[in-house]
């Protein structure tokens, strides 16, 4: 099955710079990768997603890119915000058509933002 | 976007009893729903795959017999924790994917915002 590496585990960064968070996977058919944001007692909120037929994606401050051939991918957020400390999670999942395929997840980074 | 609710957010009970948690898609209809389990610090780990009007696929390692999921309709599942101890207590997540014609699906998984429970 899809395994997902993810890291770093933790991330501290000053208020206004950036945050790279990077995953790997396994199964070359997977071709659907979103990020989740998750606060302290909460469930996960998407905050942003990729699929396998363009190589980067941007919202404002945050963005993914993906290399199908290394099989990585990356989350930058620029000039972060103490707001932006959570736990962000990767993903992955293949056949986004059909029902009933389901996420793999990474193991999760920390973002400590400090003022 | 999309609205899941959980129920309730937070449950304590005590060991050797039953506790039922629902998963409610409030805007969309679900054809298929997912169970996670967090323990803290760490990642989500599926359970199980729970599909309206048929059987829950669950993941290897995780008892049918002692988490139960049902599917009843198109925007409720539940997880029944059934004689639960304190190894049980953990964050219990669901989410939804909104289901369309043919099959298909619009891909985005819609979280709940989890439920806790612990058993003392």
């Known amino acids: 099955g899809e395994n997902v590496e993810q890291h770093p585990s933790t991330l501290s960064v000053q208020e206004g710079d950036s945050a790279v968070i990077k995953c790997t996977y396994s199964?070359?058919?997977?071709?659907?990768f979103p990020w989740y944001k998750q606060e302290l007692g909460k469930g996960p909120q998407l905050i942003i997603d990729?699929?396998?037929?363009?190589g980067e994606k941007k919202d404002q401050r945050i963005a993914v890119t993906l290399n199908k051939t290394a099989k990585h991918f990356s989350l930058h957020i620029t000039e972060t915000q103490p707001e932006d400390s959570a736990v962000y999670f990767c993903?992955?999942?293949?056949?986004?058509?059909?029902?009933?395929?389901?996420?793999?997840f990474g193991g999760g980074t920390r973002v400590l933002v400090k003022p | 976007g999309a609205v899941v609710s959980q129920h309730p957010s937070r449950v304590i009970c005590k060991s050797g009893t039953s506790v039922k948690i629902e998963c409610r898609s409030l805007?969309?209809?679900?054809?298929?729903m997912f169970w996670y389990r967090q323990f803290p610090k760490q990642s989500l780990m599926l359970m199980a795959t729970?599909?309206?009007?048929?059987?829950?696929?669950?993941e290897q390692g995780v008892e049918k017999d002692k988490f139960l999921i049902n599917h009843a309709s198109l925007t409720l599942s539940t997880l029944t924790v059934t004689s639960a101890h304190p190894e049980d207590s953990s964050f219990y997540i669901c989410?939804?994917?909104?289901?369309?014609?043919?099959?298909?699906?619009?891909?985005?998984?819609?979280f709940g915002e989890g439920s806790r429970l612990t058993v003392l």
């Open positions: 989410s939804a994917r909104e289901g369309l014609a043919g099959g298909l699906n619009t891909g985005e998984l819609f």
């Open positions: 805007d969309f209809q679900a054809t298929t």
């Open positions: 990729i699929r396998s037929n363009v």
């Open positions: 199964d070359s058919a997977s071709n659907y």
């Open positions: 729970s599909n309206e009007g048929s059987k829950a696929t669950y």
């Open positions: 993903a992955a999942s293949k056949s986004l058509g059909a029902a009933g395929n389901k996420l793999t």
